[in-house]
């Protein structure tokens, strides 16, 4: 594995931290992180770590939930197939390449590094969204546009009217999520 890259996002009302570290290698990239944060009155504390291939297509994902028996597990095959942690197939996912997990802005890297888009090019996607600290998932579509590479992103959700311009570092890594997230590392 290549040398780590470690970031730290604040949420943006200032209640929230991420811990995150990144590991690219010539054959996978894996990122492992630690969330503190709040949603709807209730605080949490959640670790996952999300296993790429080299085109940064998930692979898998793990997320827990800290001092609860609250966790998800799920495989993914690059493809759109996913499954659970025992094999068994989950079709209400199908069709999704990348994991959207509310309580973080890396979620956002997966597509912009996958999709390599060019200044004025979109894509339309699907993600497996779970949402932090339920822990449930859907899939949820929507759309990046790039702005500039490795600078500036539209994302927008394509089933309601949440639209933002995202800056990224040169990694793809977010630096700011306006009404969301702050880099601080």
């Not at 949420?11 to 990122?31: F, K, T």
């Not at 959640?46 to 799920?74: F, M, N, P, Q, T």
């Not at 659970?84 to 079709?91: F, H, N, Q």
Request: aromatic content about 8%; hydrophobic content about 40%; glycine content about 6%.
């Amino acid at each position: 594995m290549s040398k780590a890259i470690v970031a730290r996002w604040q949420s943006w009302d200032a209640n929230g931290i991420e811990h995150l570290v990144v590991r690219e290698g010539a054959r996978q990239v894996i990122a492992e992180s630690v969330v503190v944060g709040s949603a709807d009155d209730a605080v949490f504390a959640l670790r996952y770590r999300i296993r790429c291939d080299k085109s940064w297509r998930v692979r898998s994902a793990e997320v827990a939930v800290v001092g609860s028996d609250r966790k998800i597990e799920i495989a993914g095959d690059g493809n759109g197939n996913w499954s659970d942690a025992s094999g068994k197939r989950l079709p209400k996912l199908a069709g999704a390449i990348d994991i959207d997990l509310s309580a973080t802005p890396f979620t956002n890297t997966l597509p912009i590094r996958r999709l390599k888009l060019r200044a004025g090019q979109s894509a339309e996607i699907v993600t497996v969204y779970i949402l932090a600290p339920a822990l449930t998932m859907t899939t949820d579509p929507q759309r990046y546009t790039c702005l500039e590479p490795l600078k500036r992103y539209r994302y927008e959700s394509l089933d309601s009217d949440f639209t933002r311009e995202i800056e990224v570092d040169r990694r793809g890594m977010v630096v700011t999520y306006p009404g969301l997230f702050r880099r601080q590392l």
